[in-house]
């Protein structure tokens, strides 16, 4: 009896330890955080009401083709990832899971996905996902060793998230492209001081590795600090659009500027001080600004 419990306990640990590898390969918060901004801005399309059943669709076809996406990153960064320690534990990097497996895993999940997203809501909206997906695995990926301009290539990717969910809300009407191409807007430009942000705490870590993420070959500099703050002054006009275009009210408005400004003077900061707080600093602030910007968007839709 005893030596069955431990058998059966043993297969339950091995089951939770191979879903927590999934999570892993899925990179969860970062997917979760994605199909957040495609929710978002699939609640902002006009005519849209909150339906729980539509949300939860939006968000599953959401999840699949961005956690392909990252299993792809994972695959074809497995020697990479090795090197570094903040990513040596993940699944292909540590040999815990096969490249056969990864990719097969995420076969799966990027068509379940496109095809949620084709038969549920509309084939422009799936095209554009598995747009996505080709570009951040495929391109994005390994440019991220040969050039810096792989984090312009992976801006694309990055924002088309924000136009799949707002291209999701015409699933029975015309597209109107304006608004998706506004939050496309929004969320390419925050990607710029975000991400170089990210290089500049983890730069030993990415160097490393043969990343080359930073705008300059010589690691943080001040040019480096000068395009974060001129990518987030460019933040500032942009963020008037969605109120000029009858997307969302004058409150979200002055709320999204706020942000915006507060962004310009985190970038300023960090052209003065030059050093990894003021770059921490930056990178926590990029992510309260996207889900705030968000957030009151939606709140304030007219």
């Known amino acids: 009896m005893q030596e069955q419990h431990t058998i059966a306990s043993s297969k339950s640990f091995t089951v939770a330890d191979k879903l927590k ?4 390969l899925i990179k969860f918060t970062l997917s979760f955080m994605v199909v957040f901004s495609t929710v978002v801005a699939y609640l902002l399309a006009p005519g849209v009401r909150f339906n729980t059943l539509q949300v939860l669709l939006l968000f599953a076809g959401g999840m699949l083709i961005t956690g392909s996406a990252n299993a792809i990153n994972q695959i074809l960064e497995k020697n990479t990832d090795a090197l570094m320690k903040r990513t040596s534990t993940r699944p292909v990097a540590s040999g815990r899971m096969s490249i056969q497996e990864a990719t097969v895993f995420a076969i799966i999940i990027g068509v ?20 996505s997906l080709f570009l951040y695995g495929f391109i994005y990926t390994p440019l991220k060793t040969k050039n810096s301009a792989a984090v312009l290539v992976g801006a694309f990717p990055g924002a088309l998230p924000c136009l799949i969910g707002w291209v999701a809300g015409f699933y029975d009407t015309p597209i109107i492209w304006t608004g ?51 990518y987030s002054a460019m933040m500032i006009p942009v963020g008037v659009l969605p109120y000029y275009f009858q997307m969302s009210g004058m409150v979200s408005m002055w709320i999204v500027l706020a942000c915006n400004v507060a962004m310009l003077l985190l970038s300023i900061r960090l052209y003065i001080k030059m050093d990894v707080n003021s770059a921490r600093r930056v990178m926590f602030g990029s992510y309260f600004y996207l889900m705030i910007v968000l957030l009151s968007l939606y709140a304030n839709k007219l």
């Open 180 to 230: 998706g191409l506004i939050l496309f807007a929004i969320q390419f430009l925050w990607q710029f001081p975000h991400f170089w942000a990210i290089a500049w705490v983890a730069h030993k870590d990415y160097t490393l590795a043969g990343f080359k993420l930073l705008p300059g070959d010589k690691g943080p500099t001040k040019f480096t600090a000068l395009q974060t703050v001129m």
């Open 21 to 24: 590898d999934y999570f892993q």
């Open 112 to 131: 379940a996905g496109v095809l949620l997203m084709w038969f549920r809501f509309n084939m422009e909206s799936a095209l554009l996902g598995l747009l």
